[in-house]
């Protein structure tokens, strides 16, 4: 399957989906350590939910970080 | 005198942004020096091996925790009332705050908000728990409809964003302060210069919020304390009352006993 993680396509062979903090790890080498929020196909993913939430072939990760901003 | 954000007293009437600035430590020192204590700030996509965001991120937590400061996250680059509603939910997550400026532009060509999209997201934040700010146009049923949503705060431009260009049309913003007088009403996008910050509080705004006018200025540092000023001596002259414009003009000095060769 592939998953698109901001913009960017991560081809995951056979598998037919992973979890958010799976998909995460594609992302970051230590998400643990940066500081992100997500959205799966538009919608909000609260960090509570990282780990059942599922991603699927075709879905769109966006994480998104702190910024300046007026 | 203090301005009220949702109940939340603040010293300073300026409310400033982080983006545009020379450097972190030009942008630091600068939004020190103008008092502020609420901070905008967004949420972006980054490159996950660069730490330039997560470096910002820590010099924006030491600003406000030096100035006894408010995050205030945008959405900016919304255009849809559903984005903008993921953008808020991300944004309370991260920083931890419910209070946010509702961005949701309507047009590329001057960043107008979409009056549509921003009363629908205004609404379902409010019903989520978010205490909004919204970004409007200068218009006055918008900022009605706004109000009568539940929004504490209003904030109607002054011009376009980032274009320094002033008032635009103060009747427009004099009209919005007449008729909303329990609202909390700041101006925010397209002021320029200290004297433009200054006519909106003449006018009996509560506060004004602003970026690029400091941020591109020669000077940050400096321009930022200009400000300061400004919003202090615009609240001072509305407080004050401003005298009666006259059509004829009236002498300033005594005319009674005036020298002998006036007499005749």
């Known amino acids: ?70 | 005198m203090s301005l009220t954000i949702y109940g939340q007293q603040l010293t300073s009437r300026l409310l400033i942004g982080s983006a545009l600035y020379p450097s972190p430590q030009v942008m630091k020192q600068a939004i020190l020096a103008s008092g502020s204590q609420v901070v905008t700030l967004s949420l972006k996509r980054q490159n996950p091996t660069e730490q330039s965001g997560q470096q910002i991120w820590q010099y924006l937590q030491e600003i406000v925790s030096q100035n006894n400061g408010h995050l205030l996250p945008n959405t900016a680059g919304c255009k849809t009332a559903k984005e903008a509603v993921t953008l808020a939910k991300m944004s309370r997550e991260i920083f931890q705050t419910d209070w946010l400026k509702l961005e949701v532009i309507g047009d590329d060509y001057n960043l107008q908000p979409d009056p549509i999209e921003l009363l629908s997201a205004t609404e379902q934040l409010l019903n989520d728990g978010f205490k909004v700010l919204p970004y409007c146009t200068d218009d006055l049923v918008l900022c009605q409809r706004l109000y009568d949503l539940g929004c504490e705060v209003i904030m109607p431009w002054a011009s376009p964003i980032g274009t320094g260009k002033g008032l635009m049309n103060p009747y427009n913003l004099e009209t919005i302060r007449l008729r909303l007088p329990q609202a909390t009403l700041i101006v925010d996008a397209g002021i320029g210069k200290p004297s433009d910050a200054c006519l909106a509080m003449e006018m009996g705004y509560d506060g004004v919020l602003l970026n690029s006018a400091v941020a591109l200025a020669d000077n940050p540092v400096l321009m930022a304390k200009a400000f300061a000023q400004a919003l202090q001596a615009g609240e001072q002259g509305y407080v004050a009352g401003v005298m009666q414009q006259r059509q004829t003009a009236h002498p300033s000095t005594p005319t009674l006993d005036t020298p002998f060769w006036h007499q005749n």
């Open chain 1, 1 to 70: 399957m592939t998953i698109h993680i901001n913009g960017k396509a991560y081809s995951l062979g056979e598998a037919e989906y992973i979890s958010v903090n799976n998909a995460l790890i594609l992302h970051f080498t230590e998400p643990q350590k940066t500081t992100f929020a997500v959205a799966l196909n538009g919608d909000f993913v609260g960090k509570a939910d990282y780990d059942s939430t599922v991603v699927k072939s075709g879905d769109s990760l966006d994480v998104l970080q702190p910024i300046q901003g007026g």
